[in-house]
């Protein structure tokens, strides 16, 4: 079955600064790439995606890659605010079921 | 709209015991069901999943079973609960009723914090 990687799985930034988070799979089908926010004690939400035709996308502050040759996608928050702070999870998509990756506990220092 | 509902929001079970925990969706047919796991600190173990009525896919083998029995419910059991089945889990849906090209968007319920004693 699919494997998603995914590091750091902590990372703490100063206010201000960027954060990157990274992650590979393992499934050369997989062709959908969503991220979501947890916040403590919250469900997991949606923030941004990506589909495996597309190289880049951006929201705002929130920026997204992907390199289907290597496997690999990032997820590039700028300008972080404290309230970035949350597990981010990466996801290698299919048509019927998703994998997450392990997941990394963002903390932006104010 | 779609919502989606999970229920209880928590729950103290003795070792032992059994389990049931439901999850209803409404405004949308024929979705993709899902039962995650999430250990404190940890990642979300994807436990079954549902594309119909009565189709269950278990990626998981241990001592829990789901069911299907209407297009928009989803249910979580077991016979004899372990103290490892502690966690939160979370029930989602999505529709990929477009083909391969839809995207698959999980969307949570509100989770049930589970504690086996």
């Known amino acids: 079955g699919e494997n998603v990687e995914q590091h750091p799985s902590t990372l703490s930034v100063q206010e201000g600064d960027s954060a990157v988070i990274k992650c590979t799979y393992s499934d050369s089908a997989s062709n959908y790439f969503p991220w979501y926010k947890q916040e403590l004690g919250k469900r997991p939400q949606l923030i941004i995606d990506?589909?495996?035709?597309?190289g880049e996308k951006k929201d705002q502050r929130i920026a997204v890659t992907l390199n289907k040759t290597a496997k690999h996608f990032s997820l590039h928050i700028t300008e972080t605010q404290p309230e970035d702070s949350a597990v981010y999870f990466c996801?290698?998509?299919?048509?019927?079921?998703?994998?997450f990756g392990t997941g990394t506990k963002l903390q932006v220092i104010p | 709209s779609q919502t989606i509902h999970q229920w209880p929001a928590t729950l103290v079970q003795p070792v032992g015991s059994p389990l049931s925990l439901e999850c209803t969706v409404e405004?949308?047919?024929?979705?993709?069901l899902y039962w995650y796991r999430q250990a404190a600190g940890r990642g979300l173990q994807l436990l079954f999943y549902?594309?119909?009525?009565?189709?269950i896919s278990s990626e998981v083998p241990q001592n829990l079973s789901a069911s299907r029995p209407q297009d928009r419910q989803f249910i979580l059991s077991s016979k004899k609960l372990l103290l490892s089945d502690s966690g939160f889990y979370l029930c989602a849906w999505s529709v990929t009723s477009g083909g391969v090209l839809a995207k698959n968007i999980q969307y949570f319920g509100a989770g049930t914090r589970l504690s086996v004693l």
């Open positions: 549902s594309v119909g009525i009565g189709q």
């Open positions: 405004g949308t047919s024929n979705p993709n």
């Open positions: 996801v290698s998509g299919g048509y019927q079921k998703v994998t």
């Open positions: 990506i589909r495996s035709n597309v």
